[in-house]
């Protein structure tokens, strides 16, 4: 018998889940029935999540309507095959690789390239793979994820549906990218996207996440995400992974949708591999994410982007860890994020270097812009090293509106909101270029400039305020 | 009427009043000099033109072609043809100078510019200003050395053909290479488009490359002298204290 999981009712009440994953994850060959178990036991003995940073913020989940977690009560199952077509006008055509797309908590459409097919690469739900990939499913299933940190996560790990999975063999090259899409139809949904994507030696692709919702209806209402989403690179293997997620851009005149995301994600960078992973994270009620980025093997190199834009009554919790577990190793983190209305922005990057990763270069930049005088944004930079042979560094800015540049602008004939979107499509550019891919590059300007359109006001008043 | 008619004009920023009552009139076609010491207000004149939020009028009025334009926005200003060159161009990073001259030219039109028609006066700006087409593809002024700034503001200026510039010490911080580009830059663009020009500046430098045809001298916020260039050739020899002298002598 494996050992049990262990389960620490109320750990998750400490800061220390600002701790990075670290180590070997729940997974260790055993089966995924004995999993979800165990999961299950972390969820029925915990309460739902509440993360502190004294001094700087609290993220709490208590306002979640703990009904909805339990499958069967009342999340509506998706019957409908097809991408639904609020997913289809959301997300422009281009050319894919593959494509899986999760409604709710079933697997609506799944697409791959056949001449892909025909060279080995998988791209099916995580349910199928369990089933008719065992052996590979079983290595890679939650090898660095835990499934009983807290009671979202441990509801994901027991009763998560469709997911989605997704192996590139060894040295298979693949230009356009695959696309994994998890939309939410509603109000009363708990999904639970569960992600597992494996780069075999020198493959070489790319993956593109996208979370949205469908209109909420004058009601509104909640509706919850929690999701895992491991990746993981074998020696050699190169993958652009971008996130577009966005669970409040349904164009509306109705209430917003609550959603709640409460999400891990890992990545493991092997031997000389490379991960290039940009999340554009730019919407939700209550949104906290781990994201983890760890070079495991030496040679690892990788560069960690990431944007965000928090609005109206928006809170988003962002813990973005660079961990290097071996050197020599490289490292370069670099975060962009901008904030209006009323929202809250905590964001923490980690660097944690640990003991025999010598040879480690690493620098973490976060640099934020506040355009309302109601909202509110910390990012903390911290440093962790335990080994003597590296370099790791951190630097950052906190800015605003720079008035010259506007009244620049506008003796060339551009009016403020014109120059606003300019300025702040300027700050973000750094990072937002980095996307390397000009269908997501302009579904992200898109979304920058429809949020600034939206804060209008908030941006003049707090211009006036100055 | 003039296109440009500055009437009385009083201006003061938070704590203090700088213009107190300037009176200036520019026509499309004249090319205009306006000398005067530090702290005499010239900026502050350049500013309010355009309306920058930091400066009020307390009294008078500025008219352009037939509109009182006092207390318009400065992208109305902008696009009804009146043109800033800074003194220092602030930095639009993530911005290219092409890019940012196709929305400025868009700026003032009902139809976007084709593209074809904005490459033609793009090539022929360039070629004016002799400036690289590199140039054009880098993001506005981040990281331009001065010279290259102040070339970016001209090359903005012919792309954007306005009738009144206004040129806020676009001579200083030029070696004199840069200062003669810009200089008949400014003076074709006088030539082939009828622009009308306030050339504000400090030093006579400029003045040699760029003829104009009247020269106006601001001290303490007042015009207090007024000719044509022979204005310059004096001040030259005689500075602008012997200047100041004079004019608080005679009003004495």
């Known amino acids: ?466 | 009427m003039a296109d440009l008619e500055i009437t009385n004009l009083h201006v003061r920023t938070e704590d203090r009043e700088i213009l107190r009552g300037v009176d200036l009139t520019i026509d499309k076609g004249e090319i205009h000099a306006l000398m005067g010491p530090n702290g005499s207000g010239k900026s502050t004149l350049a500013n309010t033109l355009l309306g920058h939020p930091s400066y009020e009028v307390t009294e008078g009025k500025i008219v352009f072609k037939g509109e009182d334009i006092t207390e318009a926005e400065p992208h109305e200003r902008a696009k009804s043809g009146l043109f800033l060159a800074f003194q220092y161009p602030v930095s639009i990073p993530g911005v290219s100078v092409a890019n940012f001259l196709r929305m400025a030219i868009n700026a003032k039109r009902e139809e976007p510019i084709r593209v074809k028609e904005f490459g033609q006066q793009l090539q022929h700006a360039i070629e004016l200003l002799d400036v690289d087409r590199a140039f054009t593809s880098r993001h506005l002024n981040d990281g331009f050395s001065g010279g290259e700034k102040k070339r970016a503001e001209i090359l903005q200026m012919a792309m954007l053909s306005p009738d009144v510039a206004i040129l806020d010490e676009t001579d200083s911080g030029l070696d004199i290479d840069a200062l003669r580009t810009v200089a008949e830059g400014v003076q074709r663009l006088h030539d082939e488009q009828g622009l009308g020009a306030l050339i504000i500046t400090h030093y006579q430098r400029i003045l040699h490359y760029v003829k104009p045809q009247f020269v106006h001298i601001l001290m303490d916020g007042r015009i207090v002298l007024e000719g044509g260039v022979e204005l310059v050739e004096r001040l030259e020899r005689e500075g602008y204290d012997q200047i100041r002298q004079e004019v608080s002598a005679s009003a004495a």
């Not at chain 1, 095959?81 to 959301?90: K, T």
């Not at chain 1, 014109?418 to 590059?441: M, N």
Request: with cysteine.
């Open chain 1, 1 to 466: 018998m494996p050992p049990e999981v262990a389960v620490k009712p109320g750990r998750h009440r400490e800061a220390s889940l600002y701790h990075a994953l670290h180590g070997a994850g729940a997974g260790d060959g055993r089966s995924l029935a004995q999993l979800r178990e165990s999961a299950l036991r972390a969820f029925e003995d915990s309460e739902l999540p509440v993360w502190r940073r004294s001094g700087f913020w609290t993220t709490s989940f208590a306002e979640l309507d703990e009904g909805l977690l339990v499958p069967g009560g009342g999340a509506p199952r998706a019957h409908d095959a097809g991408v639904p077509q609020f997913v289809a006008d959301a997300i422009p055509e281009r050319a894919r690789a593959g494509r899986i797309v999760q409604l709710d908590d079933a697997i609506v459409h799944v697409e791959l390239d056949p001449r892909l097919a025909e060279r080995g690469v998988i791209l099916c739900s995580l349910e199928q793979a369990a089933e008719q990939h065992g052996e590979l499913f079983t290595q890679w299933y939650s090898k660095r994820l835990t499934i009983d940190r807290h009671k979202l996560e441990a509801a994901n790990a027991a009763f998560w549906t469709g997911g989605a999975f997704l192996h590139v063999p060894d040295g298979v090259l693949v230009e356009d990218p695959f696309e994994i899409v998890y939309a939410i139809s509603g109000p009363g949904v708990a999904q639970y996207g569960r992600t597992l994507v494996i780069g075999g030696r020198s493959s070489d692709f790319k993956v593109h996440e996208h979370d949205l919702a469908a209109d909420f209806g004058e009601a509104g209402g909640q509706s919850l995400h929690a999701g895992a989403f491991e990746l993981y690179l074998q020696d050699n293997a190169r993958c652009r992974l971008a996130q577009v997620q966005d669970w409040s851009a349904a164009e509306s005149d109705c209430a917003r949708p609550e959603v709640f995301d409460a999400s891990t994600r890992f990545v493991g960078v092997g031997r000389d591999a490379y991960c290039h992973w940009l999340p554009a994270l730019l919407g939700g009620h209550l949104v906290r994410h781990h994201l983890e980025l760890a070079v495991s093997e030496p040679g690892g190199d990788m560069a960690f982007r990431g944007l965000f834009f928090c609005e109206a009554d928006e809170h988003l919790d962002t813990f973005a860890v660079d961990l290097h577990e071996t050197g020599p190793s490289g490292g370069d983190v670099h975060w962009r994020g901008a904030a209006t209305g009323q929202s809250r922005t905590s964001f923490e990057g980690l660097i944690q270097i640990d003991p025999g990763a010598q040879k480690t270069h690493t620098y973490l930049q976060i640099h934020t812009m506040m355009l309302s005088p109601k909202a509110r944004l910390d990012a903390i930079p911290s440093v962790l090293v335990s080994a003597d042979d590296v370099s790791a560094s951190h630097g950052g800015t906190v800015g605003e509106l720079d008035e010259a540049s506007i009244f620049y602008m506008a003796s060339r004939g551009l009016d403020r909101p014109t120059a606003v979107r300019l300025l702040v499509e300027g700050f973000f550019e750094p990072v937002l270029g980095q996307l390397d891919d000009e269908p997501l590059e302009e579904l992200v300007r898109g979304k920058i400039a429809a949020k600034l359109a939206a804060a209008r006001e908030d941006i003049e008043a707090y211009a006036t305020a100055r």
